[in-house]
C-alpha cells in the first residue's frame, strides 16, 4: 500500500467520524427538544390544558418520532379528556416504537384501561395480560386483569341470553306469522262458504218462484186453499142421478099422507051412506 492510498483512507475514516459525530450531535439536540416539549406538555396537562399540551407533545414527536415518552404522554392527555380512540392510538404507537419493557408494560396496561372503558372486556383481557408478559410483578394490572375477565363472562352470558331471547322472538314472530296465515286462509275459506250460501240460497229463493216472479210457496198455499175448499164442497151431499133427495122423499110422504087421509075421508063418507066398499082386489 503506497502513502497516496494510506492518506485516502485517513481522510475518509475522519470524514466518517466527522459525519457521524455531526449526526449524534443533530440526534441529542432533537432528543433535548423534544425531551424539553414533553416537559412543558406535562406542565400543561397538570394545569387541565388539554389543547395546548397536546401541541407540546405533537412537537416532541416532530423532534423526534421515535420517542416513546411523547406518545405515551399524548395518549394519557387525550385519555383524561375523554378522547379515548385516540388516546387508544397513540398508546398503540408507543408499544410498536418503544424497546423497553417498562415502557410496553404501561403502554399494554393503559390499553387495557381505555378498553375497559370502551365496554371491550375480551379485549381488554388480552391487553392486560400483554402488560404482565412485561412485568409480571404489577399487582395492580393482575387485579385489573380478573375485573377484566370477570366482565367478559357476564358479557358472554348477556350475549349469548340476547341471543336466546332473539331465537324464541324469532320463533314466536314465525309461529304468529303462520297462524296470521292460517286465519287470514280460514277466513277467506269461510267468505268463499258464505258466498257459496248466499249462492244457494238465491237459487233456493228463485226456485221457489214461478215464471211470473211470485214466490212458489204463495201460488202452492192459494192452490192448496182452492183444493181444500173444493174437497170441502166435494164433501157436502150431492144430488145422485136415479136418487131422490131428503127433501124429495119427505114432500113424497107428506103428499102420500095426504093422499091417504083424502081416501079415508071418502071410506068414511060411503060408509055413512051404507054403501058397501070392495075391499079385496079383482084377480
Not at 388539554?50 to 415518552?69: G, H, W
Not at 408507543?94 to 384501561?113: D, L, M, P, R
Request: hydrophobic content about 25%; charged content about 40%.
Amino acid at each position: 500500500m503506497n502513502i497516496k492510498n494510506i492518506i485516502v483512507i485517513i481522510i475518509t475514516l475522519c470524514v466518517t467520524v466527522s459525519f457521524s459525530q455531526e449526526k449524534e450531535k443533530e440526534n441529542l439536540l432533537a432528543l433535548k427538544k423534544a425531551n424539553e416539549y414533553v416537559y412543558e406538555g406535562n406542565s400543561l396537562a397538570n394545569k387541565d390544558d388539554f389543547v395546548a399540551a397536546e401541541m407540546e407533545y405533537r412537537k416532541a414527536l416532530s423532534e423526534n418520532p421515535a420517542s416513546a415518552v411523547g406518545s405515551y404522554n399524548l395518549a394519557n392527555a387525550y385519555y383524561k379528556k375523554g378522547s379515548f380512540e385516540e388516546a387508544l392510538y397513540r398508546q398503540q404507537e408507543v408499544v410498536k416504537s418503544s424497546t423497553s419493557k417498562v415502557e410496553k408494560h404501561k403502554a399494554f396496561h393503559n390499553i387495557g384501561n381505555i378498553l375497559m372503558k370502551n365496554k371491550k372486556c375480551k379485549e381488554a383481557v388480552e391487553a392486560y395480560k400483554n402488560a404482565l408478559r412485561n412485568d409480571p410483578t404489577d399487582n395492580e394490572t393482575r387485579y385489573n386483569l380478573g375485573l377484566a375477565k370477570e366482565c367478559a363472562e357476564q358479557q358472554k352470558d348477556q350475549q349469548d341470553q340476547n341471543k336466546d331471547n332473539k331465537d324464541n322472538q324469532d320463533k314466536q314472530d314465525e309461529n304468529k306469522d303462520k297462524q296470521d296465515q292460517k286465519d287470514k286462509d280460514k277466513e277467506g275459506d269461510n267468505k268463499e262458504d258464505q258466498k257459496d250460501k248466499g249462492d244457494q240460497d238465491k237459487k233456493e229463493g228463485d226456485d221457489k218462484k214461478d215464471e211470473d216472479g211470485k214466490p212458489k210457496d204463495e201460488k202452492q198455499d192459494q192452490n192448496k186453499g182452492k183444493q181444500d175448499y173444493q174437497k170441502k164442497d166435494q164433501q157436502k151431499p150431492q144430488p145422485q142421478p136415479g136418487k131422490l133427495s131428503d127433501q124429495q122423499i119427505k114432500s113424497l110422504l107428506e103428499a102420500m099422507n095426504n093422499q091417504e087421509q083424502k081416501v079415508q075421508e071418502k071410506i068414511n063418507a060411503e060408509k055413512q051412506k051404507g054403501v058397501k066398499v070392495k075391499t079385496e082386489k079383482d084377480w
